[in-house]
Structures are given as C-alpha cells and as structure tokens.
RNA sequence: GGGUGUAUAGCUCAGUUGGUUAGAGCAUUCGCAUGACAUGCGAGGGGUCUCUGGUUCGAGUCCAGAUACGCCCACCA
C-alpha cells in the first residue's frame, strides 16, 4: 500500500455512503448475524416523531445511542439498536390538517375520519423514509429490519390490550384503574380537544383586570363571564375583613337577574390578591373546583366544548368566551356593576402547546388512569425502582427531579377528541359500556376518542420486542439503555417505567440516560422561526458525519445543555482530518506488512516504552471512562493521545530513530487501536482508514483493545523507564522556548551544550532527538559537566542546564532569567511555607510530604544555579 | 410558590474519592513552506476558580449562607 493512494486531505464525501453501504451489507447490524456471541445488549431508540425532520437534538441523541452501540458490539455482544417512529397525535394531526388547509383548502371534516386517517398514515410513512436516511447519514448502526411504528397493528394491539387490562383492573371498592370520569380538564376549543398538563404551557400575556361589584363585596377577577357559573366567594380564614361573613348566603345582582352566592373560608385564597375575597366557579378552573370538592359546593357549567356559553347563559348563549366577556362587561358597566379596570394585569395565559390556542379548563367525560390504584400503585411502583435503582439514572442528580416529579403526578387524562390515533377500545349501547378488543356485537358503538399519543410510546420498550412471546422480547428486555433528552423526562420516562412495570411485571430498561439540550452559540434555544438552528445534513454535507458526532459528544455532560456553532464543527472535522493524515503516514512507514509479532525489548528505546506506557494507560481510560457514561472525558482523553502524545510526539520520534522493527510494530499497534478506540465516536473515518490495513474483518465488529493484546507485544511495564523520555521531551521544548523567545531564526542552526549532571547515562542515547526535534541544533554536546560558557543563552530545566551558543544581548538575558527567577522564589517561598508546617508534616499522607521535598530540592538546585551563571553575566 | 441546576481564561467547557505553579478546544500574539497534515507545525500571553464564612495540615473540589443566571413543575381568581 503506498502513501499516494490516499488523498491529502480526507474526504467525507466520499466515504461515507460507501462505508455506510458496506456495513449495511455485512448484516452485522442486525444480531441474528452474531450468533457466535453470547451476551446480549439493546437499546431501544426513541421513537422522532414521523411527521417532519431531525434536528440536532435528535442527531446528540443517536449519536449518543450509537456510541454505545458500537462500543458494546466491539465488547463482543449480541448488540440490537432498535429504530423507530412515532405517530405524535395531536402534533401531527396538526401538522397534516395545516398542510391539507394551505395546499388543498380542506379540513379533516372534508374528507371524513377514514380518510382523513388513510391519508395522514401515507404522510407518516413517507416521513419516516426521509427520516431513516437522515438516521442513516449519522452512521446509525441500528437494524432496520426491525425497525417499527407505534402504528403497526401488532403494537397498537398491545397497546389496546394493555388499556382492556387496566379497565378490568378493579379494586375492592368496585374502583378501576382505567376509568372513566367527569373531570375539569383542560380542554383546547381549537383542537376541540381534552389535553394533558403537559400539553399546556403557559405564556404571560397582558389582559384587563376587572374589579366588579359583588353584592356586599367588590372582588377583581380575568374572567367576568364565568360569573355566570359562580356558586361561592371565598376568603382566607384568617382575613380579618370578612370573618363576620363566612357561612352566610348572599344574593348577588348579575346581568341575567339575582343569584345566591355561599361565602366559604379557604387557605387557598391569597389574602394579598384584589380584595382577598374571589367569586368561585367550580366548573371553570382548577383550583375553584378543589375548592368546591372541598366545600361541597355545587358546580354549574356554562362553556361548552367549542367554547361557546351554552344555553344556560341567555342571551349570551352561543357566544364565545371572548364575545361573552365583552358584552357581559358591557351590560355590567350599564348597570354600575364595574367599580374600574385595570388595564396592564399580566397574568398567565394557559395554551394549547401546539397551537396555542388559549385553553378553557372545563368538566367532561374523559378517560383517565388511576395512578395510584389500590391493586397497583403505578407511582409507588415507579417510586421503587428509581430509588433503590433498579433503573439508574445517568446523570445521577436527575433521580431526584425524577422522585420529585413522580410525588407530585396525577391522574392520567388518556382520552383524545382527535382521529389521529388508535381508537379507544370501549363500546356503547344503551348506556351501557363494554371495554374489549372487538366489537360486542351489531349496534355497539365504539368510542370516538383515541388515546394520548404518550399512552402508546409509552409502551415503546416492550412492544417495539413483540411482547410477550416474541423472541427479541425474552432475548432483550429489558433493555440496557435508554437515552433521551431531559426535556421529555416526566412524559416519557416516567409513562414507559409505569407502563412496563404493570404489563411485564419488569423495568423497561436498565439504565436512564439523559442528554441535556442543545443550543446555538449564543446559548439561545434552537427553532426554526429564530432561524438560529443547526441542519444535522447541512453541517454533515459541509464538515462530514464524523465531525458532526464529535461536536456532540465532546464538549458535553450528561443532562447538562451545550452550545454548538458552526466553529466548533469545524474544529472537530479538522481533528478527523489530522487522523487521517497520521493513519497515512504510519502506513506510509511500516508499509504493507508487519511480520515481527513480538518485540525484542533490548531494542526499545525510551520513546517507545513511554508511548507503550501512554497508550496502554489510554486504553484503561478510555474504557472506565466509557462504562461510566463519560463520553466527553472518554473522547477528550483520545484527542489529547492521538494529537500531543501520539501524532506531536511520537511520529516525530519514529522519524529518527533507527529501530525499524520495533518501532513499525508499535506505530501499526497503537495505529489500530486509536482506530478502534475512536470507533464508536468517529465510525467512517476509522472504519475507512482500517480498510486500508488489510484486514479480514470490518472495524465494526473488531474486538475492543485491551491491556491483554499488548502483552502479546510486550510484557513488561514500561511506566518508570517512559520519564527518560519525559525528561528529553522537556529539555527539547526548554530549547524551542529559547529559540523562540530570543528570537533565533529558525533556519539557524546553533551548538548546545547540555550539561545532564546524574541524567546524563539516560539521556545518551537521546541525543539524536534532541538535535532533530526542531531544535535546530548543529552540534550537541551532551555531558555530566563541564565548563560553563557565559556567552550563551541558558536555562535549567529539572537540574539539567542548557546552553545554547549564540549571540547574547547581555540586558535582555539578564532580565528574562531574573523573571524566571522571580517565579521560582515565588514558588520556594510557597513550598517551604508548606513543609515548615508541622501540621502539614504530622497529618498529611507521606507520600505527598515526601513528593513537596523532592520538588523544593529541586528547585532549590535550579536556583542556585541560575544565581551562578547570573553572576557570569555581570 | 415547589423542585432543581449552573457560576473556572475573551468564548464553549473539562477538572474523578480534597493534594502538580488550575487544564483543553476555539479566539488571540509571535514565528514557520517542515519531509503525514496550512483542515498544518513550534513558542507564548491570558484565571482573585461569583462573593462571604466554615471544616481541614491542605479547598476550584466538602459544608452553610449570599448574589446572579437558567431549567422543570404548579399557578392567582
């Protein structure tokens, strides 16, 4: 193989289709093909939601999974990375009714709920192609022949199945697990909808606050049209203002005549706010219904589920809310019911997360998800196996966010006024309900509703395996990691722990890990309408698959969110490219082959046993690092090898000295490990360059380097003997820092003299590094002692000093090594400080005591020293 | 309001069970056609580790408090 069939500069362009092609081919992807491997591992990928692209927060999370992937592959395991999609509800049936409105100038209702639903699966799976090949362009290691879609009928089989379950789960009290109630919900008029809390956000808003006339009180309230549904006021308990008041019953002038209001007593009501009295309307918000229950109160509604007043409201019926207020405020003012208004009351305005419609909270019958049901507390459960970590969460912090989040759930809204979905099996006749698979039988009709699109993904762990007899479900499940950003923790993984628990009596997964978000340079938050975000294909288009996977895995720690600009892609898709030049120049020296297969120690020279030493000590790190989910550490730890140690350090040696052998072994053994090191994070550049080494196997299921296939090379520990190297490496960059500083051309060559004192046997055989490590020396004498020039510019280094001989400007020479004299007094003063504490010398490990006396000696040494050749100057 | 996190170089961040004169990348300064790489090489400059107290022989690291910023949840009528 010779150096020219490489190119220069490595192009990703070219590579990564064809290496991505030749992978696919192998098979190895799927685990069926690895059936000589015992141990099995899987992730089960987070399902993207099918209905748009990926963003770069889905490219850190695959990258993510497919690091681990790899990694595990090369440990020798059966490895699955299982792919698949989501059919996002509410979101996508946004999305497409959106689409089919601005192309075709239609609404669902046009093309009726089979269509309608026909269409929108045709629109998921074309997606999902788009998507596959973006996956792919990440280097996804994933098998696609398994890949699924909450939407095939096997999965939503079990979904339904799982609901049927939870029905017929009934505790002693005739309570079910799945249930259906009459509850306030939040409900969004635009998507004509019930939501779930999570699909709320909330958004301040500036509105009018209006202080009415309230019978004996005046209160203020957002909301003057829901006084049509008032039944109380209350007050705080201990507001001395109204105490005379509670329990009494109050007639109340309104716009559609007199009505009779309770005043009751509540903590909930915050003094501070208005009057500290509020009118309460149980059936129109959340806390006057808690107040309600409470209280007994009764509960009159007056919006209905498009949002409009119903016919208990008069004349106002039919309006909406927003119409309903302005006449009613209008009337109000006419019959002096408005004390005034304030203009400028920010407030939190609940919306519909995804068109953020503003949400009216109203009761309706909905289904729902006992939680915390007396045959199966799905929160306890959860509870345990995050505390006592059955399932451990990566970063660990996160379990308490967790913990916290789970204390504080409730029930679980899973019913849906939308088509996109699977169908709620429940079935209606006479008022009568049956909640079954299939069809009681003629004239049962089945409910409208469809299931929260959480209630499926949330089964993603074991019905993406074809629970329960499915092969891939006894092989895999549950599952080692999942990996998914901190934003969908309480949607997400706490659904999938809940769910699994229930159904399969086991946890989903083993491990949690959570990738934080990312965000632009400026550490803004990604989105399409700031224009800000960064293309996963148009970065991989520019810097190359491999440079994109670096910049998201380097520079981050788990949970916590990462700013990435274009430099920084271009930083790494530099580093790959140094890569490939130092896998071309190794190849380039050691040639085709390397026969030797064990080295003669007696030939090693101290360049090489400190690389043995490096480079064994970077496998160690790599792996713990790697185990313990630190990928960026992992990553940093083979950037600095491969760059300072590797590439700065030792190719430059190997391009001296003379020991052909060993060092063609050594360069081809590291050369091969960093390849299979870097696998994982960088696959295309590696796999790549491997196939350039003549080898039988793909790198992609290489076995992991370990400590063991070096002894195979060399046995011996070569740690202590690597600080002769240590030592010349110092004193050729003691030489460059001369040069540098005292301005020497460098094309001009200089005499120095190095005199080594007790190094000077280790340092011998150095001799040509020194001279040829671009110190430009052109002639080295290298001696125990000897006399000491003054006409030199000199150092001391670790008691060894330099001179080299050159033109002296006396000043400046004296001022530069007086700084350097400065600090090292600085440093004396600090050290001794330390060692004439006796606290310090009585309780502190020997070791460190014995470790500062060695550093004082020292310096002490280079101290005086340098006061002496000072003196020669003057 | 409840929970939780962060604060280290101009920027983005590492810094493991407390122990080197606190590190990296980018940016910056000086120099360099050098044979794998100018997507490169060599040498620099740049830090009161937010503040205040405490524990300790020793604190960027542990504890308490303060300040600033962030995120999640809940939500005010």
Redesign the pocket.
């Known amino acids: 193989m010779s150096?020219s069939e490489l190119p220069?500069?490595?192009?990703p362009k070219k590579v990564e289709d064809k290496i991505y092609k030749i992978w696919e081919d192998s098979g190895f992807f799927n685990p069926d093909n690895l059936s000589d491997r015992k141990e099995k591992y899987a992730n089960i990928l987070p399902p993207p939601n099918a209905n748009g692209e990926l963003h770069i927060g889905h490219a850190s999370g695959y990258v993510t999974m497919d690091l681990l992937g790899r990694y595990n592959r090369m440990l020798g395991k059966k490895v699955l990375l299982l792919p698949g999609k989501d059919h996002a509800g509410i979101q996508t049936q946004v999305v497409y009714e959106k689409k089919i409105k601005k192309e075709r100038g239609i609404s669902r209702h046009d093309l009726g709920r089979d269509k309608f639903y026909q269409e929108i699966y045709d629109f998921c799976i074309d997606r999902s192609q788009y998507m596959r090949n973006q996956e792919k362009k990440l280097g996804l290691s994933a098998d696609w022949s398994r890949e699924k879609f909450t939407l095939n009928p096997n999965l939503v089989n079990i979904v339904l199945e799982t609901f049927v379950q939870m029905y017929n789960e009934v505790d002693n009290e005739g309570n079910r697990m799945a249930y259906k109630g009459k509850r306030i919900i939040n409900w969004c008029p635009r998507c004509a909808s019930a939501l779930a809390?999570?699909e709320?956000?909330?958004e301040e808003t500036t509105s009018k606050?209006?202080w009415i006339k309230y019978g004996p009180f005046v209160?203020?309230?957002?909301?003057?049209e829901?006084k049509l549904g008032d039944t109380a006021v209350?007050v705080h308990p201990d507001d001395d203002r109204y105490k005379d008041m509670v329990g009494k019953k109050y007639m109340i002038p309104g716009v559609l005549g007199e009505f009779e209001v309770l005043v009751i007593a509540d903590k909930?009501?915050?003094?501070?706010?208005?009057s500290?009295a509020?009118?309460?309307?149980p059936a129109h918000?959340?806390?006057?219904n808690e107040i309600a229950i409470r209280h007994r109160l009764p509960s009159r509604q007056i919006i209905d589920e498009s949002g409009k007043m119903m016919a208990n409201c008069g004349k106002y019926a039919g309006m909406s809310t927003k119409e309903a207020r302005e006449a009613i405020v209008t009337d109000m003012q006419k019959m002096g019911l408005i004390d005034h208004i304030e203009d400028n009351?920010i407030?939190?305005?609940?919306v519909c997360e995804r068109c953020k419609t503003p949400i009216e909270?109203i009761p309706s019958e909905q289904w729902f998800i006992n939680v915390d049901h007396k045959n199966f507390s799905l929160k306890n459960e959860a509870r345990k196996v995050i505390s006592n970590e059955d399932i451990k969460i990566h970063p660990a912090?996160?379990k308490?966010?967790m913990l916290?989040?789970i204390d504080?759930v409730h029930d679980w809204c899973i019913s849906r006024q939308i088509w996109w979905g699977p169908r709620i099996p429940a079935w209606y006749k006479d008022g009568e309900i049956k909640v079954q698979l299939d069809s009681p039988g003629k004239d049962w009709v089945q409910e409208e509703d469809t299931f929260d699109t959480w209630f499926s993904s949330g089964q993603w762990s074991y019905t993406t395996l074809e629970y329960p007899e499915g092969k891939d479900f006894k092989d895999f499940y549950p599952s080692n990691n999942m990996i998914m950003g901190?934003?969908i923790?309480?949607?997400w993984a706490f659904r999938m722990i809940i769910l699994s628990l229930y159904k399969t009596k086991q946890i989903p997964f083993k491990n949690l890990y959570f990738t934080g978000l990312i965000?632009d340079?400026?550490?803004l938050?990604m989105s399409k309408s700031k224009g800000n975000g960064i293309e996963p294909l148009e970065m991989i288009e520019k810097f190359g698959t491999d440079a994109v996977r670096l910049s998201v895995l380097i520079?981050?720690?788990p949970?916590?969110?990462?700013?990435?600009?274009e430099?920084?892609i271009?930083?790494?898709?530099?580093?790959?490219?140094?890569l490939?030049?130092?896998s071309?120049?190794v190849i380039?020296?050691i040639g085709a082959n390397v026969t030797e297969e064990k080295i003669d120690e007696e030939n090693l020279t101290s360049a090489d046993k400190w690389i043995i030493s490096k480079a064994k000590n970077l496998i160690t790190?790599v792996t713990?690092?790697l185990e313990?989910y630190?990928f960026?550490?992992a990553g940093?730890k083979l950037?600095?090898f491969t760059?300072?140690d590797f590439?700065?350090?030792y190719?430059?040696v190997a391009?001296?000295e003379d020991n052909q052998t060993e060092k063609n072994i050594i360069l081809k053994k590291i050369l091969e490990d960093l390849l299979k090191l870097w696998h994982p994070f960088i696959p295309f550049v590696t796999e790549e360059v491997w196939s350039n080494l003549n080898k039988e196997k793909l790198l992609l299921i290489e076995a992991w380097p370990t400590l063991e296939s070096w002894n195979e090379i060399s046995d011996k520990n070569h740690d202590t003997e690597s600080h002769i190297f240590i030592k010349t490496q110092t004193i050729?960059?003691?030489i460059?820092?001369l040069?540098?500083?005292n301005?020497i051309?460098?094309?001009k060559k200089v005499k120095a003299i190095i005199y080594a004192e007790t190094n000077f046997d280790e340092l011998k055989n150095n001799e040509i590094l020194i001279t040829?490590l671009?110190t430009g020396i052109s002639e080295l004498i290298l001696a125990k002692s000897g006399e000491k020039p003054a006409d030199a510019i000199y150092t001391i280094v670790d008691g060894i000093e330099i001179y080299l001989i050159s033109e002296v400007n006396k000043e400046k020479e004296q001022q530069r090594i007086q700084e350097e004299l400065r600090?090292?007094t600085?440093?004396v003063a600090?050290?001794e400080q330390?060692l004439n504490?006796v606290?310090?010398i009585?309780?502190?490990?020997s070791q460190?005591v014995a470790?500062?006396k060695e550093?004082l000696a020292s310096?002490k040494l280079n101290i005086s020293e340098i006061k002496k050749h000072l003196e020669k100057l003057e």
């Open positions: 150096q220069k500069i490595y192009d809390d999570v709320v956000e909330h606050l209006y209160l203020a309230t957002s909301r003057p829901t209350a909930e009501v915050d003094m501070s706010f208005g500290g509020i009118k309460v309307t918000s959340f806390t006057d009351y407030q939190n305005l609940s909270p912090s996160f308490k966010i916290n989040w504080n901190r934003d923790l309480p949607f965000r340079e400026k550490g938050k520079g981050s720690s949970g916590n969110d990462m700013n990435l600009g430099t920084k271009e930083s790494y898709r530099n580093f790959v490219n140094k490939w030049n130092i071309r120049f380039a020296k790190e713990t690092n313990k630190n960026s550490l940093e950037q600095d760059k300072n590439a700065d350090w190719l430059e391009k001296f050729i960059t003691a460059r820092n040069r540098a500083e301005k051309e460098p094309t040829n671009r600090n090292l600085k440093y600090g050290l330390k504490n606290e310090f009585k309780k502190a490990p460190i470790q500062e550093k310096v």
